[in-house]
């Protein structure tokens, strides 16, 4: 079946511009809005979006700064949550279906907490991490590198200015071991390193600080009180970040958690039947209500 798809561009209340796509029967509702992680990256959700694009409709964006959408400028977690409302505007669309990948999980949290009332239902897939959950992550990152290859990727960290080759070979080492398997996960972490391009390390690095003075650890109780009645995490059992964090978080949230056996960081790579017939579930249990 082939479905529509459609794109654009939305001018943000500062000028920014932000480039969109959509799949699907725009006219139907609710739609999906899918959110990519980096923070830095452009998105990447092309993979996943047709997934259920034919219950509904499934949009995503180049957050500021990435890919098609252009921007310099600092980045705060309040101005990213404000776009997701100006871009839900520009679509004229009251209420969404959140799913959340990644640093995506972390902006759907907050943009629940900011705006409960335009959130259908929230998915939110591998994070957000609570807890000292990085110390676990790095201890399992070297366990799935050779030694040779944690220096490698500690010489090309430190390297003031980095050349085209250097760059690709950096996000691959950065990556490849949040896959389930290293063979492959090399593979597929080569091939996003190509892709998932120009990476906005001044986006990475404001976000991420401003996530450890203001971590959403300290917001889950009012988080708690905004979810929608329809609510869920779902991880990859394999991801090398700890999935007792996202026990941790499905406990103290009251949401049900679903670990994706032999699946990574990226589940719909490993697992994409899994994947699937989870959003799909998830997706036509909201909009078919």
């Not at 561009?9 to 999906?32: C, K």
């Not at 366990?143 to 960290?157: G, T």
Request: hydrophobic residues 40%; proline residues 6%; contains cysteine.
């Amino acid at each position: 079946m082939t479905l529509m798809q459609t794109q654009g561009s939305a001018l943000m209340s500062d000028e920014a511009q932000l480039h969109w796509v959509a799949m699907g029967d725009t006219a139907r509702q609710l739609p999906v809005v899918m959110l990519h992680g980096g923070p830095g990256l452009p998105d990447y959700m092309g993979d996943v979006a047709p997934m259920v694009a034919d219950l509904a409709p499934v949009y995503r964006y180049d957050q500021r700064g990435t890919g098609q959408s252009p921007w310099a400028g600092r980045h705060s977690f309040a101005r990213h949550v404000t776009d997701l409302a100006e871009l839900l505007n520009a679509w004229d669309v009251p209420k969404a279906v959140l799913i959340g990948h990644s640093y995506g999980t972390d902006l759907a949290s907050r943009f629940c907490m900011t705006h409960p009332d335009r959130v259908a239902a929230i998915l939110l897939m591998c994070g957000p991490f609570i807890g000292d959950w990085r110390t676990a992550y790095q201890a399992e990152r070297d366990q799935r590198m050779s030694a040779a290859q944690q220096d490698q990727l500690r010489a090309l960290k430190e390297l003031p200015r980095r050349t085209e080759e250097q760059e690709v070979e950096l996000l691959t080492l950065s990556w490849f071991t949040d896959h389930a398997g290293s063979e492959q996960g090399w593979r597929w972490a080569a091939q996003a390193a190509q892709q998932r391009r120009p990476i906005n390390w001044a986006m990475n690095d404001e976000l991420g600080s401003e996530g450890r003075t203001d971590p959403l650890d300290e917001h889950l109780g009012e988080l708690h009180a905004c979810l929608p009645v329809r609510a869920e995490i779902l991880g990859g059992a394999d991801d090398p970040r700890p999935v007792s964090a996202l026990e941790s978080l499905a406990l103290r949230l009251g949401l049900p958690l679903t670990r994706i056996k032999d699946g990574g960081h990226e589940p719909w790579l490993e697992q994409p039947d899994a994947v699937r017939a989870h959003l799909r579930r998830f997706v036509q249990g909201t909009v078919g209500a």
